[in-house]
């Protein structure tokens, strides 16, 4: 077969008569981005099309308006003979006019990527439930090795199983805590924590070979594909975070000072964090993605959110983002601490608002003695539960503003999004309470986390209603204009 061409499915309609539209030629370095395949109905389309030998590259052309030409890409191929315009219906005159306008594009980002980070994000979701799961029901440290490729399978045998309740009935917590659990009930911890570890080596690979496939089959414009590389190390970061995590409750010295066998709350707030950062990040590539095509369809959209009204409520809402997170971390004080065991009241903490100074400030935590306050707030159960409230209704407070301020805004969904943002708050606060003075039971207290999640999910969604153009729109306006010039 004389032609080379790389066409998909649906797009093959549009890409042909989009190029005859306004052919987009690329230049030499331009058309090697692009890999060649066979598709037999392309083949025929363009068998009968007879220009000078050319390499093409057929943008994909959304239909939906005439200025919304984004996404080139997956349609891309390398055409021997080239295409006639001879053959080709006439251009209708707006289609040729509009190409010599400076119609926006973005070129190469398939359409899908962003909807694989929205499930890759989903996944991250589910990922932080299951782990607050395993956390709650003490789950977390019954393996007691770290075998990232042999551990994806469990034991199967009986000697294996056997083996594997060996190591643990040695580890702290199978000495301090379970030495007469029997064996089903290993099994019960054992799964848990297993699932929680196949759920974040599923992840790694849905991710890092997606992300493969998308930087080497397309010319991913920056920086997404530094983004998507650092979201990939992340996860491998975040799985070694998990083990040095487990590691701390594994430790022998907990036997020897007769102390509690758990995970250091430094560690556990670390990999709390960490899986929080790397939802976020994926969603907020995803949400930028779309932003930007957005942009592109509507221009206007420019304008509105460069209003001074618009910019003050942007800072607002990263303010609100960022309290929310912080929040959240002290919140993996208070669970890595079982703070919530302690004080369960509210709003009171025992006769007034505020603990006793006795208690808040302990001279026991302190190592050198300038190290009191900070050693306090992050080692001592009370101090840590009263930050935690300090800075949960601080947040509330503050979250409960933004419909206020957000009703002078010209943008629907931001104002929408604002009251979703505190109903999510009034929730999550709701449930904070619940699991405080209910005494942690597991289903609220896995609601609380996952709705802290939930929380940070609409604030995101709601900073990308008013989110500016990326760094990458003025470069792919520019992109698309040396096209034209060369074409
Ligand atoms: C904006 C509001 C809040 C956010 C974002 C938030 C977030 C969190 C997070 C992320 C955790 C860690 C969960 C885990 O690792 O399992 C947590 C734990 C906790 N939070 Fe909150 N929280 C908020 C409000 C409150 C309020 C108002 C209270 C009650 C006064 C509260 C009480 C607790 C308790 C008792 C825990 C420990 C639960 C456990 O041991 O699993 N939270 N919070």
């Not at 932080?128 to 770290?146: N, Q």
């Not at 306090?376 to 947040?395: C, G, K, W, Y």
Request: hydrophobic share 45%; aromatic share 10%; charged share 15%.
């Amino acid at each position: 077969m004389s032609l080379g061409v790389g066409v998909k499915g649906l797009g093959l309609i549009t890409c042909v008569r989009s190029q005859l539209v306004r052919p987009t030629l690329t230049t030499q370095s331009q058309a090697h981005l692009f890999r060649p395949t066979t598709t037999p109905l392309i083949a025929r389309s363009l068998s009968t099309i007879k220009t000078p030998q050319q390499n093409f590259r057929l943008p994909f052309f959304s239909s939906t308006s005439s200025s919304s030409t984004y996404f080139y890409p997956s349609h891309s191929f390398r055409c021997s003979r080239g295409i006639a315009t001879a053959t080709a219906p006439p251009p209708p005159a707006s289609a040729s006019a509009s190409s010599s306008t400076s119609t926006p594009a973005i070129p190469v980002i398939p359409r899908s990527l962003p909807y694989w980070l929205y499930g890759c994000s989903a996944l991250v979701f589910g990922i932080i439930v299951i782990g607050g799961l395993t956390r709650l029901t003490e789950s977390g440290l019954s393996i007691v090795e770290w075998q990232p490729i042999t551990g994806i399978l469990p034991p199967v045998t009986k000697e294996e199983w056997d083996a594997e309740w060996e190591k643990y009935r040695l580890s702290p917590e199978g000495i301090m805590m379970n030495a007469n659990i029997d064996m089903h009930e290993f099994k019960k911890i054992f799964y848990m924590e297993w699932g929680h570890r196949l759920a974040g080596r599923a992840l790694g690979l849905l991710f890092v070979m997606p992300t493969v496939y998308y930087l080497t089959r397309y010319k991913l414009p920056r920086p997404i594909p530094m983004k998507l590389m650092l979201i990939g190390l992340g996860i491998g970061f975040q799985g070694a975070l998990g083990w040095w995590m487990v590691k701390s409750g594994l430790d022998q010295s907990i036997v020897i000072d007769n102390s509690v066998p758990r995970v250091s709350q430094y560690r556990l707030a670390a990999h709390l964090s960490a899986a929080i950062l790397l939802y976020l990040g994926m969603l907020s590539t995803a949400i930028g993605i779309q932003r930007d095509a957005r942009f592109i369809k509507n221009p206007a959209l420019v304008s509105e959110i460069a209003l001074s009204s618009v910019k003050k409520f942007r800072g607002m809402v990263h303010t609100a983002g960022m309290l929310v997170f912080l929040t959240a971390v002290t919140g993996a004080f208070v669970a890595g601490l079982d703070a919530g065991l302690v004080y369960n009241e509210f709003p009171y903490m025992g006769d007034g608002f505020v603990p006793p100074t006795s208690e808040l400030l302990e001279d026991k935590y302190s190592r050198t003695g300038s190290d009191k306050v900070w050693r306090n707030m992050l080692e001592n159960p009370v101090t840590a539960q009263f930050d935690h409230r300090v800075l949960a209704i601080s947040t509330f407070t503050f979250l409960m503003t933004l419909p206020f301020v957000a009703r002078r805004l010209p943008i629907k969904s931001t104002r929408r999004l604002t009251n979703l943002t505190a109903a999510a708050a009034i929730t999550q606060v709701t449930l904070g309470i619940s699991t405080l003075l209910y005494l942690v039971p597991i289903p609220l207290a896995a609601m609380h986390q996952a709705g802290s999640v939930v929380l940070l999910t609409c604030i995101m969604a709601l900073a990308g209603s008013i989110r500016r153009p990326s760094r990458m729109l003025p470069h792919l306006r520019n992109l698309k204009s040396k096209v034209i010039t060369k074409a």
